[in-house]
């Protein structure tokens, strides 16, 4: 079974769309409001009742949709959404948006998140470039924080592989707020010992 087919089972469509955005929006509200304390008994039993609801619908790892969430692009409740435009064998780029869950100091993404979305981004090219079936592991990601990264506004982010060498795939990003380059990374994936870049034909040493 292919991960879209997986997928089409459990109707990842505008509905789930909807669904996952719907609880984005109630992360980005949690974070900004201070409820008093006759509120926050009342929202503390609606929070339990619902995670009991969605409880109910458990699956096994394979049928859950936030397990492709980085492939589509879907609203997770972690990850970072963001869109890609283009997208070639050794270059990706896209566009990123943070939400107000993401902040760290007012109006700006926490670093921790900047590090996610990377990690994200990149591991998803990499195993997109290199070969869907093998899944390709974070070595290393250094990051460095060059300028505050705005939460709520979109923003370009691009990464492209530097060389490939054996299991190694060398792979540099950056996010930037127009000309303003905000954070850029330089990674280290690694291939499973026991499976091979599928698509390394022109990459390589
Ligand atoms: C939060 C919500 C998430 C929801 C998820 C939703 C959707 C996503 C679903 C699916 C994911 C699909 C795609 C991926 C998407 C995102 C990417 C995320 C990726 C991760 O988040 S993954 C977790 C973090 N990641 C780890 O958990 C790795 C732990 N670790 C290991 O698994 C091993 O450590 C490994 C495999 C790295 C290497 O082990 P190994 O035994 O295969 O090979 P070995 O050690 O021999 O290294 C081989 C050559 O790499 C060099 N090398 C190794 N490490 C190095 C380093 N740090 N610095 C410099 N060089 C290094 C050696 O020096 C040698 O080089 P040489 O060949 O030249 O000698």
Redesign the pocket.
């Known amino acids: 079974m292919t991960a879209a087919e997986r997928v089409d089972d459990q109707h990842v469509d505008d509905r789930y769309l909807d669904y996952a955005g719907s609880f984005n929006r109630l992360e980005d509200e949690v974070c900004l409001a201070a409820p008093p304390e006759s509120a926050m008994s009342e929202l503390t039993a609606d929070f339990s009742a619902l995670a009991a609801r969605v409880a109910e619908h458990r699956v096994d790892y394979d049928r859950r949709p ?6 589509s692009g879907l609203p ?1 409740p ?2 970072v959404p963001y869109e890609v435009h283009e997208d070639g064998p050794t270059s990706t780029s896209g566009t990123v948006e943070f939400g107000l869950r993401h902040m760290g100091n007012e109006n700006v993404v926490h670093g921790g998140i900047i590090s ?1 979305m990377f ?2 981004f ?3 090219f990499v ?1 997109r470039s290199l070969g869907s079936g093998s ?6 990601l250094n990051v460095d924080y060059r300028s505050m990264t705005p939460v709520g506004r979109p923003l370009s982010v691009s990464a492209e592989i530097a060389s490939v ?4 795939a060398f792979v540099e990003a950056r996010i930037c707020d127009g000309e303003t380059l905000c954070a850029e990374a330089h990674a ?1 994936f ?1 291939c ?2 026991d499976q091979m870049w599928p698509g390394v034909a022109g990459l390589g040493d």
Request: hydrophobic letters at 40%; proline letters at 3%; charged letters at 20%.
């Open positions: 936030t397990r492709y969430a980085g492939m997770h972690i990850l996610m990690d994200d990149i591991g998803m195993s899944s390709a592991r974070t070595a290393y060498q054996g299991r190694k280290l690694v499973p010992a």
